[in-house]
């Protein structure tokens, strides 16, 4: 009853600059935080990004000061706005939800299905 649908990856030029989107298609689910995460070949996936219901942001240390996530709760989409992209920035980016089911107090993770964002010299 939900799913996450990510856009916007693709080979950017270092020092350029991307935006991911991802649609949160939810039935009777409030989402509470959406981010980012992004995972390196043959590692886990790390946090990138994260914002919470109330407009909260945590960001990993690598990304601060040049990435941006931001979220339209009306129509629940969540980016990731890239900016002087590095070659480091290479790595398969996922979408990420917490969610709770309407009339539960419990909640669940869901993610998308990862875009590709290379990033060349």
């Known amino acids: 009853q939900i799913q996450l649908v990510e856009s916007g990856g693709g080979l950017v030029q270092a020092g350029g600059s991307a935006r991911l989107s991802c649609v949160v298609s939810k039935i009777l689910f409030s989402i509470n935080d959406m981010g980012w995460y992004r995972q390196y070949p043959g590692k886990q996936r790390e946090l990138v990004a994260v914002i919470t219901s109330g407009g909260s942001t945590n960001y990993a240390d690598s990304v601060k000061g040049r990435f941006t996530v931001s979220r339209e709760n009306s129509k629940t989409i969540v980016y990731l706005q890239m900016s002087s992209l590095k070659s480091e920035d290479t790595a398969v980016y996922y979408c990420?939800?917490?969610?709770?089911?309407?009339?539960?107090?419990?909640?669940?993770?869901?993610w998308g299905q990862g875009t590709q964002v290379t990033v060349s010299p």
């Open positions: 990420y939800a917490k969610a709770r089911r309407l009339g539960r107090d419990d909640v669940r993770e869901f």
